[in-house]
């Protein structure tokens, strides 16, 4: 599992959310392209962090002036994978060995949701693939 730092910066947003969700965070980044904060938090705490009706998360995203998106954190790279798709009711996640040592993650989803494990512009795979990469070393997310 790669090792990543946290800026003082990314500390300070850490901190900020926890004191708002009152939930730990084990990561944060910066999506500038998405122009959002994506908050990793520890198994079993999602529901906490988001709050009844979103109102912890929509309150850190008046915070932070932008959107936040939260994922929880998951022992492999399959089960980390799904829960950076969610809310899409992943079937099935396969990591894969390219001959170039690349590691690509294959992602089916039911056909009903393959629009919410997209998102709109690509934002969600583009979550699923950005975490992934920091988190285990796999170089891409294909929805298949």
């Given at each position: 599992?790669?090792?990543?730092?946290?800026?003082?910066?990314?500390?300070?947003?850490?901190?900020?959310?926890?004191s708002i969700t009152g939930v730990s965070?084990?990561?944060?980044?910066?999506?500038?392209?998405?122009?959002?904060?994506?908050?990793?938090?520890?198994?079993?705490?999602?529901?906490?962090?988001?709050?009844?009706?979103?109102?912890?998360?929509?309150?850190?995203?008046?915070?932070?002036g932008r959107p936040i998106d939260v994922?929880?954190?998951?022992?492999?790279?399959?089960?980390?994978?799904?829960?950076?798709?969610?809310?899409?009711?992943?079937?099935?996640?396969?990591?894969?060995?390219?001959k170039d040592g690349s590691l690509v993650?294959?992602?089916?989803?039911?056909?009903?949701?393959?629009?919410?494990?997209?998102?709109?512009?690509?934002?969600?795979?583009?979550?699923?693939?950005?975490?992934?990469?920091?988190?285990?070393?796999?170089?891409?997310?294909?929805?298949?």
């Amino acid at each position: 599992m790669p090792r990543f730092k946290l800026s003082m910066e990314d500390m300070g947003l850490i901190a900020t959310f926890e004191s708002i969700t009152g939930v730990s965070a084990v990561d944060v980044v910066r999506d500038d392209e998405s122009e959002r904060l994506i908050f990793v938090v520890r198994p079993k705490q999602l529901g906490k962090a988001i709050g009844r009706d979103g109102i912890r998360v929509r309150t850190a995203a008046d915070t932070f002036g932008r959107p936040i998106d939260v994922v929880e954190m998951a022992d492999s790279a399959e089960d980390f994978v799904k829960s950076a798709l969610a809310p899409a009711r992943v079937e099935h996640v396969k990591i894969v060995e390219h001959k170039d040592g690349s590691l690509v993650a294959s992602v089916t989803v039911k056909a009903e949701d393959r629009g919410i494990a997209i998102g709109r512009d690509g934002k969600n795979v583009a979550r699923a693939r950005i975490l992934a990469r920091r988190h285990f070393d796999v170089d891409n997310v294909v929805i298949a």
